[in-house]
């Protein structure tokens, strides 16, 4: 079991950055995939980003390729998602999701574990 708090949302300007952060609790954490979806209002939930144990295994929605960038500090058991160039369209609410294995997937049913959630607002 692994439990997941996100923090970093906030309100930014188009154009600003935000830098989110997930804790996580557990001494397996170095071993799991952790992973960023977001949620617009009536919206399904959407993959960001993903991380795997190695660092270097990560993936990444076509929609934000080249703003976004996800690490982990596995010391901290934090995984963060460097945000840059927000847009409106950017707004929703951002979970951190975990899960057991190597592989870094896009489906929200591949992720056992999940945060509560946190609150990104890009205006115009």
């Known amino acids: 079991q692994v439990q997941l708090v996100e923090s970093g949302g906030g309100l930014v300007q188009a154009g600003g950055s935000l830098r989110l952060s997930c804790a996580a609790s557990?001494?397996?954490?170095?071993?799991?995939?952790m992973a960023w979806f977001r949620q617009a209002p009536g919206k399904e939930r959407d993959f960001v980003a993903a991380?795997?144990?190695?660092?270097?295994?990560?993936n990444y929605a076509d929609s934000v390729k080249g703003r976004f960038t996800i690490s982990r500090d596995n010391a901290k058991n934090t995984v963060y998602l460097q945000m840059n160039s927000l847009t409106p369209e950017d707004t929703a609410v951002y979970y951190c999701?975990?899960?057991?294995?190597?592989?870094?997937?896009?489906?929200?049913?591949?992720?056992?574990?999940w945060g509560q959630g946190t609150q990104v607002t890009v205006s115009s």
């Open positions: 999701a975990a899960k057991r294995l190597t592989t870094t997937p896009r489906s929200i049913y591949d992720y056992p574990y």
């Open positions: 557990g001494r397996t954490f170095s071993t799991y995939t």
């Open positions: 991380i795997g144990w190695n660092i270097g295994n990560t």
